[in-house]
């Protein structure tokens, strides 16, 4: 098994729950809008990361960064993107089983057409009334699913 550690919109802060519910992750997926390259280097210190640029991140070390990038876990082709609606490719045509996004900050899991669309939801600082949340990928083989977590006393 293969757990993807999922995380969006941080906007420059790495919340110590967040960090914590990342550990034992075989690699993790940032959604954009990191917002600090310090939030990076520290997830990398907790395992491989894949980050997209979001609308939110600037400067030359933003700039490093894709709008899309493909993650390969197992036999499962993972699309990551910041806002779905953005989305450039048919992601089932190409092959990809999961899309990964983040932007609107509303956690969601949700199979359309043989694809599974997860967004973590927000990790960062609080906005509006959403939730501090963030997810997984458990990836068996061909099969592959997904669970959202709020971090509690966020």
Do not use: K
Not at 8 to 24: E, W, Y
Not at 78 to 93: K, M, N, Q, S, T
Not at 107 to 128: I, K, T
């Amino acid at each position: 098994m293969i757990r993807v550690g999922l995380i969006s919109d941080t906007h420059g802060l790495l919340r110590p729950g967040a960090a914590a519910f990342l550990q034992g992750s075989d690699c993790i997926v940032h959604a954009g809008d990191i917002c600090d390259p310090a939030v990076l280097e520290q997830l990398a210190a907790i395992a491989p990361v894949t980050a997209v640029r979001g609308n939110n991140d600037r400067g030359a070390w933003a700039e490093r960064l894709n709008e899309t990038e493909f993650v390969q876990a197992g036999a499962i082709s993972i699309y990551a993107i910041h806002d779905l609606a953005g989305l450039d490719i048919e992601p089932r045509a190409a092959g990809v089983r999961v899309v990964i996004s983040g932007h609107s900050h509303r956690p969601l899991v949700e199979e359309r057409d043989g694809v599974l669309y997860v967004n973590p939801g927000s990790a960062g600082p609080r906005r509006f009334r959403l939730p501090i949340s963030l997810g997984e990928l458990i990836v068996d083989g061909d099969a592959v699913s997904a669970r959202i977590t709020e971090l509690e006393g966020a």
